[in-house]
């Protein structure tokens, strides 16, 4: 939730949200999101473009391999500052938390096919540079003088804005602002998994 607060709901189940917040719902419902008090802007990433291509549709009501799962945005934080409190280690990409559910624990999605983190990195501190073959996009949630080098190429930040980084492309992040930057990718990150084609590699 980029923005306000309100409830989502399907069939006789809800959410209620308030900014900062992530939430995951099964396919196969129809949602209905509603602001409380004053205008909400969501970003909604779905896998309807991956059920398109092979022309399927979402598993019924009650058979999906997902539960809701919501993510309040101070536990997000909470567990991201538990993150930073552990020993320095040069050999990781950033600290992130990784969203999941109890359904999904060992493979660490949100959905089958799609990984879901929210991402940060400290005043001053830069991303190991590395590349995956999953797309990454990206939501920056906060990161004033943060910018993003993606195959050679400086992409500033900006706040709420959305980046893309290709398949395969080397990329890094870098915070030389003086606050926390936190940024929420989702990957197709699921497929490559399952296919243990990751091609996860450091530059």
Known sequence: MIAGSGETTWGS??????????????????????????DAVLWIVTNEPELAFERAQAPRPGQAPVEA?????????????????LPADKTMTGKAVTLSSAALDSQRT?????????????????????????????????????????????????????MITPPAAMHSHHNEGDELALFLIVQDGGLYYHCRTMGFSYA
């Open 13 to 38: 189940e809800a959410i209620g949200w308030d900014a900062g917040d992530v939430f995951c719902l099964p396919g196969g419902v129809t949602a209905t999101h509603r602001a409380s008090t004053r």
């Open 69 to 85: 799962v919501h993510y309040p945005g101070g536990e997000i934080r909470h567990q991201l500052e538990l993150i930073h409190r």
């Open 110 to 162: 949100c959905l089958p096919s799609l990984t879901l983190a929210m991402n940060s990195l400290l005043p001053g501190e830069s991303q190991r540079p590395h590349r995956h073959n999953a797309i990454a996009v990206t939501l920056v949630v906060q990161g004033a003088r943060c910018h993003s080098m993606i195959d050679g190429e400086r992409v500033e930040w900006m706040q709420h804005a959305v």
